[in-house]
């Protein structure tokens, strides 16, 4: 019988020098990133994570499921930490809106992790992505008026 979390515990030792490098440029990203771009890196981080949850719902690998949940959990902590760091008596209104568009993102993913279906999942995306581009937008209007 083949033994397959040990086949995979061995896979996952062998990291490539690449996989270093872009591990090490990733952090320096982070660490050197400003909060603007800092929240623009959590909104496209749960969208790639969403991605491939969905890539990994249309396949036909053996451990999807284990991807699948992975990756939705992944988008779960990053929309989390974005609701999280809504400041609500600064954002007012604002805030406000953006905590209830991040709990129905919440509800939608979770349901979809424990379903493992992709149903919500382009829904949820999309509201990621209108919400990275507009933070984007308002983000080069405010440097634009600044410079």
């Known amino acids: 019988m083949v033994d397959v979390a040990a086949q995979r515990a061995d896979r996952e030792q062998l990291v490539s020098p690449y996989q270093t490098a872009g591990t090490a440029y990733q952090a320096q990203a982070v660490e050197t990133a400003g909060p603007v771009q800092l929240v623009i890196m959590l909104y496209d981080g749960a969208v790639a994570a969403i ?30 930490e974005l609701w999280l760091s809504l400041d609500h008596d600064l954002g007012g209104e604002i805030a406000a809106n953006l905590a209830a568009i991040y709990q ?11 379903d493992k279906s992709p149903q919500d999942l382009p829904e949820v995306k999309n509201h990621l992505v209108s919400l990275r581009d507009a933070f984007a937008s308002a983000a080069a209007q405010v440097a634009v008026g600044a410079a």
């Open 51 to 80: 991605a491939r949850s969905e890539h990994a719902l249309a396949g036909s690998e053996r451990d999807k499921f284990e991807v699948v949940n992975r990756e939705l959990t992944r988008a779960q902590d990053i929309v989390t």
């Open 104 to 114: 129905h993102c919440l509800a939608k993913l979770t349901r979809a992790n424990l």
